[in-house]
Nanobody, 116 residues
Framework: QVQLVESGGGSVQPGGSLRLSCAASGSISSIVAMGWHRQAPGKARELVASITNGGSASYADSVKGRFTISRGNAKNTVYLQMNSLAPEDTAVYYC??????????WGQGTQVTVSS
């Protein structure tokens, strides 16, 4: 089992920045990748960014050049630096981990609101 706890959400004006953090506990040695998804009201949950243990990162087209995903030195944390935020980035952001053997775990979510 892996437990994930997010932090760092909040409200920001358009053009602002936020940094989300996610700390994993439990069977962290089984984790092979971590990432962030988001879900806006009335929309499906979508992948924002992901990163493997080797540091290979991928991003949704909508956030490329604005968001940066990174892992902590201890590999049990993942961060999402969000710059140039826009109202369409408003959503609940969920941390995700993928373990080997294959298993997906989710955090409880943290709200990000971008509004003037």
């Amino acid at each position: 089992q892996v437990q994930l706890v997010e932090s760092g959400g909040g409200s920001v004006q358009p053009g602002g920045s936020l940094r989300l953090s996610c700390a994993a506990s439990g069977s962290i040695s089984s984790i092979v990748a971590m990432g962030w998804h988001r879900q806006a009201p009335g929309k499906a949950r979508e992948l924002v960014a992901s990163i493997t243990n080797g540091g290979s990162a991928s991003y949704a087209d909508s956030v490329k050049g604005r968001f940066t995903i990174s892992r902590g030195n201890a590999k049990n944390t993942v961060y999402l630096q969000m710059n140039s935020l826009a109202p369409e980035d408003t959503a609940v952001y969920y941390c995700k981990s993928i373990s080997n053997p294959f298993r997906i775990y989710w955090g409880q979510g943290t709200q990000v609101t971008v509004s003037s």
